[in-house]
């Protein structure tokens, strides 16, 4: 029997945008500039959520912010933020359809007030053409604060990279459990997040199924958990609020191109949260795995053995108002052996353009 209630599980969903101008193109941190990133966001009501942060330098206030790299003089003053896009944060609900309505919620507000200055919202896992180059390079101070802070690490990564992060926490998790759960998640990364591929271009060409895979997996972590007391560990880090506390946050994914896997996705990591069979735990991401499943997907026979487990092990204890009707759409991927990257290749070989996923179209 699994060790918690899978019924009682809470969620929520941070994800992150590209933006598209009507007139432009993809707009990234060489082009867009952070006033007219601002101006979207300034549009949007602060709703005062107790159970969602509020920054200390006015960039992550209100259920949607800036995305991007925050810079420092070199005495730690805050200087501006060099945006990549935008993002939107859930508050935490009580059901994954809770969750995920709330998303295409506050995306369709979102996109409502990006599109009054000629953007809509593009949903893809990694910067096509740009890789990110500081400028000016990091300061003495910036590159401390790197090394200190496990949010700002390789932003030579997440300033190219598009992801959702998918929270869990429940209320009868002790902290070990909650690090437990954050431990296994890190060992199956690399057999998750195929699932969610939506990278497979970097300087405009085809190179893989997730060239974001490629270059967060050695640098980044798959899962954070959020603890009161955090121990010596590589995935626990000081909660920020009490509500904060418990909370294991999923970061490996790419960004969906159909907003639908969201549902799916969170199930898949909800049941593998409260199931007690796969033994795997790990404290830090397995690049080399990561590599061949961001390359091979799951044509790659230990990527294709293990996500063909985890998705049983899940199947086993989603019951009631979960369902494990929500994995239907991972079990039909695996089975076919796609990732929603085989889309994107495909249309990129058949028109020569480079999609740019509108994740809610006509919202």
Same mark, same amino acid.
């Not at 003089?73 to 809770?98: M, N, Q, W, Y």
């Not at 009631?320 to 990732?339: F, I, K, Q, S, V």
């Given at each position: 029997?699994?060790?918690?209630?899978?019924?009682?599980? *809470?969620?929520?969903?941070?994800?992150?945008?590209?933006?598209?101008?009507?007139?432009?193109?993809?707009? +990234?941190?060489?082009?867009?500039?952070?006033?007219?990133?601002?101006?979207?966001?300034?549009?949007?009501? +602060?709703? *005062?959520?107790?159970?969602?942060? *509020?920054?200390?330098?006015?960039?992550?206030?209100?259920?949607?912010?800036?995305?991007?790299?925050?810079?420092?003089?070199?005495?730690? @003053?805050?200087?501006?933020?060099?945006?990549?896009?935008?993002? @939107?944060?859930?508050?935490?609900? +009580?059901?994954?359809?809770?969750?995920?309505?709330?998303?295409?919620?506050?995306?369709?507000?979102?996109? &409502?007030? &990006?599109?009054? +200055?000629?953007?809509?919202?593009?949903?893809?896992?990694?910067? /096509?053409?740009?890789?990110?180059?500081?400028?000016?390079?990091?300061?003495?101070?910036?590159? %401390?604060?790197?090394?200190?802070?496990?949010?700002?690490? &390789?932003?030579?990564?997440?300033?190219?990279?598009?992801?959702?992060?998918?929270?869990?926490?429940? /209320?009868?998790?002790?902290?070990?459990?909650?690090?437990?759960?954050?431990?296994?998640?890190? %060992?199956?990364?690399?057999?998750?997040?195929?699932?969610?591929?939506?990278?497979? !271009?970097?300087?405009?060409?085809?190179?893989?199924?997730?060239?974001?895979?490629?270059? *967060? %997996?050695?640098?980044?972590?798959?899962?954070?958990?959020?603890?009161?007391?955090?121990?010596?560990?590589?995935?626990?880090?000081?909660?920020?609020?009490?509500?904060?506390?418990?909370?294991?946050? !999923?970061?490996?994914?790419?960004?969906?191109?159909?907003?639908?896997?969201?549902?799916?996705?969170?199930?898949?990591?909800?049941?593998?949260?409260?199931?007690? @069979?796969? /033994?795997?735990? %790990?404290?830090?991401?397995?690049?080399?795995?990561?590599?061949?499943?961001?390359?091979? $997907?799951?044509?790659?026979? &230990?990527?294709?053995?293990?996500?063909?487990?985890?998705?049983?092990?899940?199947?086993?204890?989603?019951?009631?108002?979960?369902?494990?009707?929500?994995?239907?759409?991972?079990?039909?991927?695996?089975?076919?052996?796609?990732?929603?990257?085989?889309?994107?290749?495909?249309?990129?070989?058949?028109?020569?353009?480079? /999609?740019?996923?509108?994740?809610?179209? $006509?919202?």
């Amino acid at each position: 029997m699994p060790l918690t209630d899978p019924e009682r599980l *809470r969620s929520g969903i941070e994800a992150e945008f590209a933006l598209v101008h009507a007139e432009d193109g993809f707009r +990234d941190f060489a082009t867009l500039g952070h006033a007219a990133a601002q101006r979207i966001v300034d549009r949007l009501p +602060d709703h *005062r959520d107790p159970d969602l942060t *509020r920054g200390d330098l006015a960039v992550k206030v209100t259920r949607w912010y800036v995305e991007g790299d925050e810079r420092f003089g070199p005495d730690g @003053t805050f200087l501006h933020c060099v945006p990549k896009g935008l993002e @939107t944060r859930t508050p935490v609900r +009580d059901s994954i359809g809770a969750t995920v309505a709330q998303l295409a919620e506050q995306t369709a507000q979102l996109a &409502a007030a &990006a599109a009054v +200055d000629g953007f809509r919202l593009a949903s893809i896992g990694r910067n /096509p053409w740009r890789d990110y180059v500081p400028r000016p390079a990091y300061n003495d101070w910036e590159r %401390a604060m790197h090394r200190r802070k496990p949010e700002y690490t &390789a932003p030579e990564a997440y300033m190219v990279g598009y992801g959702p992060d998918l929270n869990l926490s429940h /209320p009868d998790w002790t902290p070990q459990r909650a690090l437990d759960v954050g431990r296994k998640l890190t %060992a199956l990364s690399p057999v998750l997040v195929p699932f969610s591929f939506s990278s497979p !271009f970097a300087g405009g060409e085809v190179v893989a199924l997730s060239t974001r895979t490629l270059l *967060r %997996a050695p640098v980044r972590p798959s899962v954070r958990v959020f603890l009161a007391a955090p121990p010596r560990s590589p995935l626990a880090t000081a909660a920020r609020i009490p509500a904060e506390a418990g909370r294991v946050e !999923f970061k490996a994914f790419d960004a969906p191109p159909d907003p639908g896997l969201y549902a799916p996705l969170l199930a898949l990591l909800a049941g593998l949260a409260v199931e007690d @069979t796969l /033994p795997d735990r %790990a404290d830090r991401p397995d690049p080399a795995a990561h590599a061949r499943a961001a390359t091979l $997907g799951f044509d790659d026979p &230990a990527t294709r053995q293990g996500a063909r487990a985890v998705l049983e092990a899940a199947d086993r204890v989603l019951t009631g108002t979960l369902g494990r009707e929500l994995l239907a759409p991972l079990h039909d991927l695996l089975d076919r052996r796609r990732t929603p990257a085989h889309d994107l290749v495909d249309s990129f070989r058949r028109t020569g353009a480079i /999609p740019l996923p509108d994740p809610y179209p $006509g919202a």
